[in-house]
């Protein structure tokens, strides 16, 4: 069974950095993409960026374009969301996600909270 956990999050102040970690177990991920999502109060959960785990392949959300880098550690099965240059408005609960193509959040994390203070 897949598991996948979360953990980094914290309270930072407007420009500073935090780097989330996404523990993936269960499985092998060839094929998989590990994504990253937040969800902020009263908004919908939305797209940050992934990573196509064989690949290496990575793709961002507009809103995160050159603040934030998505890597991975192939020996501790471990992707990471460097955030930098952090804003108020991407204070959210942060989740990261696991599946193919056809169905890429199959899998969720529990989340980590990420509080943005201007």
């Known amino acids: 069974q897949v598991q996948l956990v979360e953990s980094g999050g914290g309270l930072v102040r407007a420009g500073g950095s935090l780097r989330l970690s996404c523990a993936a177990s269960g499985r092998t991920f060839s094929g998989y993409y590990i994504g990253w999502y937040r969800q902020a109060p009263g908004k919908e959960r939305e797209f940050v960026g992934s990573?196509?785990?064989?690949?290496?392949?990575?793709y961002y959300a507009d809103s995160v374009k050159g603040r934030f880098t998505i890597s991975k550690d192939y020996l501790k099965d471990t992707v990471f969301l460097q955030m930098n240059s952090l804003k108020p408005e991407d204070t959210a609960v942060y989740y990261c996600?696991?599946?193919?193509?056809?169905?890429?959040?199959?899998?969720w994390g529990q989340g980590t909270q990420v509080t943005v203070s201007s």
């Open positions: 996600a696991a599946g193919r193509i056809s169905r890429p959040t199959a899998f």
């Open positions: 990573i196509k785990w064989s690949a290496g392949s990575t």
